[in-house]
């Protein structure tokens, strides 16, 4: 009987270790991507993957699209006037961005 219940306990430990890699693999994976969408945006290209795309008018001179990816976000600005990019900004999804709504 105690043979039967030590099978059992080895099998919840290994279901419990490949659990664990794959919860593991999927942490690195995501952490990857986002190292990845941060590296384009800094060489000022758009990132990857944009599940929705949101545009935003500010004012007059000046309007922002903002994508949102898998736990990030990324918001450019653009110039009315020849749709030129003022600035770019990317973060994760529960912090704000830096630079206002209503700030030039």
């Not at 099978?7 to 279901?15: F, G, H, M, P, V």
């Not at 919860?23 to 986002?34: C, E, M, N």
């Not at 003022?86 to 209503?102: H, W």
Request: with cysteine; net charge negative.
């Amino acid at each position: 009987m105690s043979q039967n219940t030590e099978e059992k306990q080895e099998k919840i430990r290994k279901n419990i270790k490949v659990i664990c890699f794959i919860i593991l693999g999927i942490v690195i994976l995501w952490f990857s991507l986002v190292l990845v969408e941060l590296y384009r945006v800094k060489i000022d290209k758009r990132p990857l993957i944009c599940v929705n795309e949101v545009k935003d008018i500010e004012d007059d001179d000046e309007y922002s699209l903002t994508c949102y990816g898998i736990l990030y976000k990324y918001r450019e600005y653009h110039y009315n006037s020849d749709d030129s990019i003022s600035a770019r900004e990317f973060t994760l999804v529960f912090k704000e961005f830096e630079r206002k709504l209503d700030d030039k």
